[in-house]
């Protein structure tokens, strides 16, 4: 069985992620939230929800390539987005961004204003 590892896609969503341990109640609480995601995600990479390639926004196919996209719903209508690449030995949950869902709507498109 390959060892699940959980990254980030880059320096600045990783600091992003680590600025919310120095933020308020609610990014403290999100942090938190991030957190307990992360180890489901370790657990079972597939938890997430798999997005359909109609909807995943260009910035991540031509910035990241990525070539499958997926979600989970966190509380407060907050989402996470992840990729998921293998190698021989490892598997990789790689974590692109989470949102609020307002933001969400915005960078997916789901929302008509």
């Known amino acids: 069985m390959k060892e699940v590892c959980v990254s980030f896609i880059s320096k600045q969503v990783q600091k992003k992620f680590l600025s919310l341990s120095s933020g308020k109640y ?28 109609t909807n995943w926004p260009d910035a991540y196919v031509i910035k990241y390539e990525v070539t499958n996209l997926y979600k989970i719903n966190l509380p407060n209508a907050f989402r996470l987005i992840f990729t998921i690449e293998t190698d021989e030995d490892n598997l990789f949950v790689i974590i692109l961004d989470w949102f609020n869902h307002k933001d969400y709507c915005k960078k997916f498109k789901y929302c008509v204003n």
């Open 26 to 53: 609610e990014e403290i609480k999100l942090l938190n939230q991030l957190n307990k995601a992360f180890d489901v995600l370790k657990i079972n990479h597939l938890s997430g929800v798999k997005i359909p390639k």
